[in-house]
């Protein structure tokens, strides 16, 4: 199936990233999430991507205004999911939440309808069990920032069809990523790496072994990152970066991927990174 109709649910950082580049793949997009003004919010974040592209050169201000017109706000879950060809959810990193949601799309969408997760970490195979469409639910994760990375790993359930990776994968290549293909374990591949180096990032911190700076400068100039773990941490968020680590330590019941008491507390304090304005680093204006 060549994918052209495509429904995001949840228009935070990663859905609004990814609405933006399905619609500059030539994709019809529709735009939902529970809470109206994160749709109005995202929107503004993509025309204003969506014009410093034009500035950089990395495309024309026509193209850019063809992407623009063709994503819309969706007012319900039933108006977005309604005849499209591909459903991309990227509410909360929370199995419970995405059950919910994929049973209802299961309900609200078209027979033919792939069903795909931006999960960071949780089995595909689980969600899928909520469907009776095991066949057309996949993993997309997209990595953030969705407009500049360049992977989409892919994540194939149990039951996940061929012709579902395949449509999935070529949709990819539309949009100017590499999908690779994973096997689904938590965390996947993209995760299970780098999560616990975060972690092991803020155990570092939590003992008083380095500063933030010296711990991000170790990594950025040590190792050539392009940023160091506790800022990318914050660029992720820490709510999504905790409940990863809880994936990978109930996925795995090995404690050697206990989530840091310190990191566990940011969360519950609030600070989640960028998106609440404080993580590790403090960010002015939100
Ligand atoms: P976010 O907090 O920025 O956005 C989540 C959005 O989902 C919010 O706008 C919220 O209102 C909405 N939402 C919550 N429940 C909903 C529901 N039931 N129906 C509709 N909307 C709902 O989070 P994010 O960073 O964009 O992450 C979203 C997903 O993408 C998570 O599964 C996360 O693990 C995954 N992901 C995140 C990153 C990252 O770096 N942040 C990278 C790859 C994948």
Not at 18 to 47: F, H, N, P, S
Not at 126 to 139: C, D, K, N, Q, Y
Not at 199 to 214: D, F, M, P
Not at 245 to 271: I, N, Q
Request: charged letters at 20%; glycine letters at 10%; proline letters at 4%.
């Amino acid at each position: 199936m060549i994918i052209n109709q495509v429904a995001v649910i949840g228009a935070g950082q990663m859905g609004s990233g990814i609405a933006q580049v399905a619609a500059q793949a030539g994709c019809q997009v529709r735009l939902y999430d529970a809470e109206a003004e994160r749709i109005t919010k995202a929107l503004t974040g993509i025309e204003k991507q969506l014009a410093s592209g034009i500035v950089k050169g990395k495309w024309t201000q026509e193209q850019a205004e063809q992407a623009s017109v063709r994503i819309v706000a969706a007012g319900s879950l039933q108006e977005a999911a309604e005849g499209v060809d591909l459903v991309i959810e990227a509410i909360i990193e929370s199995m419970p939440a995405k059950k919910t949601l994929l049973a209802q799309l299961d309900h609200l969408a078209q027979a033919h309808t792939i069903l795909a997760s931006n999960t960071s970490s949780l089995p595909v195979t689980e969600l899928a069990s909520v469907t009776s469409r095991p066949e057309r639910v996949i993993g997309m994760h997209f990595m953030n920032p969705v407009p500049v990375m360049k992977l989409i790993e892919v994540i194939r359930g149990l039951r996940t069809s061929n012709d579902t990776y395949t449509s999935v994968a070529e949709l990819a290549e539309r949009m100017g990523k590499t999908a690779l293909e994973v096997r689904d374990f938590p965390g996947f591949v993209s995760n299970r790496i780098l999560m616990p180096m975060i972690n092991e990032a803020v155990y570092t911190l939590y003992e008083g072994v380095a500063s933030i700076e010296a711990i991000d400068g170790v990594m950025r100039l040590g190792m050539n990152h392009p940023m160091g773990p506790l800022a990318l941490a914050d660029l992720i968020g820490l709510d999504t970066c905790l409940a990863i680590m809880e994936t990978l330590h109930d996925g795995f019941g090995d404690s050697k991927y206990r989530p840091c008491p310190l990191l566990r507390s940011y969360v519950h304090a609030g600070w989640l990174g960028r998106k609440s304005g404080r993580g590790f680093y403090t960010y002015e204006g939100g």
